[in-house]
């Protein structure tokens, strides 16, 4: 399975934009990258996907590299409710495997 | 989307009992998923819970420990059995819609064991 990794934590202002990167070098042409977040005590919630093209949706936006080998979820105008563990993951046949995600902390 | 609905949504419980967690869908789903996460930690994956067949456990889980039941296609049991504080944690569900890249997550449950 691939495995992410992404920095534990960031800080980003109300108001900015908010960029989480991830790397996944071992990804296979077939997986895709998944983004959830989980905020405290709640269930994960699903952000966005893709496989090589960038996507966008009213959530956020996923920059995938060319050699796919990272991407980046980009939170355009982090709010305080942004707050929250953000889960990188490349999806298998079967359930996700988290790993250890980054902790967003939005500061007013 | 689905939506779904665990029971109970905690408890507390003494060690060496067993606690079975329910799992509701409001739709039929082609994949249901069982996770733990234990305090201050990431998810694991426990196991698939297949219909009408025995689950497929992950490293480190096993059957006699993490029985689980799919009798249809909306729902399924965990049960945690002689448990100990090492199995305190929040237990999960999570499903895959047929043709559905998105997988959907259940509240949880919260178990305390003492």
């Known amino acids: 399975d691939a495995k992410t990794t992404q920095p534990p934590s960031m800080d980003c202002a109300e108001g900015r934009a908010a960029n989480l990167p991830c790397n996944h070098s071992t990804i296979s042409g077939n997986e895709y990258v998944y983004w959830y977040r989980q905020i405290h005590s709640q269930g994960p919630q699903y952000i966005i996907h893709g496989l090589k093209n960038n996507e966008t949706n009213e959530m956020a936006s996923l920059i995938i590299t060319e050699d796919r080998k990272s991407s980046t979820l980009i939170l355009p105008h982090a709010t305080l409710r942004d707050t929250a563990v953000y889960y990188c993951?490349?999806?298998?046949?079967?359930?996700?495997?988290f790993g250890t995600g980054t902790s967003l902390t939005v500061i007013p | 989307s689905a939506v779904i609905s665990q029971k109970p949504s905690r408890d507390i419980c003494q060690r060496g009992t067993s606690l079975t967690i329910q799992c509701q869908v409001d739709s039929q789903v082609t994949m249901m998923f069982w996770y733990r996460q234990q305090p201050g930690q990431s998810l694991t994956l426990i196991a698939t819970?297949?219909?009408?067949?025995?689950?497929?456990?992950e490293s480190g889980f096993v059957i006699d420990k993490f029985p689980i039941s799919r009798p249809n296609l909306t729902f399924s049991t965990l049960t945690v059995s002689n448990m100990s504080p090492e199995d305190s944690s929040i237990y999960l569900c999570?499903?895959?819609?047929?043709?559905?890249?998105?997988?959907?997550f259940g509240p949880g449950t919260r178990l305390t064991v003492t």
């Open positions: 819970a297949n219909q009408g067949s025995e689950a497929t456990y």
């Open positions: 999570s499903v895959r819609l047929a043709g559905n890249y998105e997988q959907y």
């Open positions: 993951i490349v999806r298998v046949p079967g359930g996700f495997y």
